[in-house]
């Protein structure tokens, strides 16, 4: 069996090595390399935004599997019919994100800035403490990291809705006092009952620009934006009139248009703003191999995996 590897962010050794390593524990003979342009026909690949080329080339591979949960890079290129993308699942992502939602609700909903502010001149004074129940926590994406969050969320006594594409229930996703909702015509009304709002969808044709002027201004006055998900799904240039306006009073963002965040964008500066290097959630090399090692030896033996990505849904 050949299995390539192509993640121009990744240095290669220590995945191909910890790959070989997990297939050989799993009684699996393969040989594992990186790809290169005009490279014999391989059985499956690992890779974090390839080039067409190599999808081109690559036609009859069993499965392509992605060093990330969003395959956004992946989708938006020509895919060989038959070739199935696979996607993490959670691989040790969810508690990084639950971990990143938490630490920037907590320090906007406690004021930890504004202290900062204070202490650093040696002013001891408080602030009047706020209520959880005036600060509901709106999560877009009720997926493998929606659900963590939202159970993250809910741990710490905050209002929590959630909303996805199908419809889902409290006692399915076991998160106490989650108020669901779904589709299109139910996001006014999730959107109305948010605060805090929190965007962890994958970013497809329908989920581009969802955070606009229009979206964002429906949160409750004074409201919050966290995302975490992919930055084409912020209009950028509705985020600071919104912030300005006094409607939001300020934004976390992980992820951007373009990264690295150009020089000069006005999110490096703005004071309401925190900008972060798309770190949300990294991928973690034994996670990840392990996953994928394991997800293998499934095929190979012909049983079903998780995280098969649906060409039609785009996720
Ligand atoms: P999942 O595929 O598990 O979950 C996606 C969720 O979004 C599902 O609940 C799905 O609904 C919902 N959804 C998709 N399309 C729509 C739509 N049109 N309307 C309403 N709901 C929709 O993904 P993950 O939770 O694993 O990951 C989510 C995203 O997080 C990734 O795609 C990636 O972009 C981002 N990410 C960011 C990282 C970072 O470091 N910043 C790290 C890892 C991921 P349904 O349940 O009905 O299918
Ligand atoms: C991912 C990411 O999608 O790192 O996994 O953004």
Redesign the pocket.
Known sequence: MKIYFHGEEFRPEPWLAALQQALDAAGLRADVAVWQPGAPPGDYAMVWAPPQRMLDEQTRLKALFNL???V?AITRLRIPPGVQLV?LDDAG?SAQ?AEYVLHALVRHFREFDAYEADTRQGRWSFRRPRLRQDCPVGI???????QRVARAVQGLDFPVRG????P?SVEELQIAGLQCY??EAQLPAFLAASKVLVC?????T??QGILNRDTVSQLMPGGYLIN???GAHLVEEDLIPLIDSGHLAGATL??FRQEPLPAGHPFWTHPKITVTP?????TLRDESVAQIAGKIARLERGEGIAGIVDPV?G?
């Open positions: 990330g949960a969003g956004d996607r992502m994100m877009l994406g009720l997926g493998v990291l929606g909303w996805s594409r199908s889902k779904a589709g962890l969808l994958p970013l497809t329908e989920t975490v998900a992919r992980d992820v798309h770190t949300a959630a990294r849904k996720y």
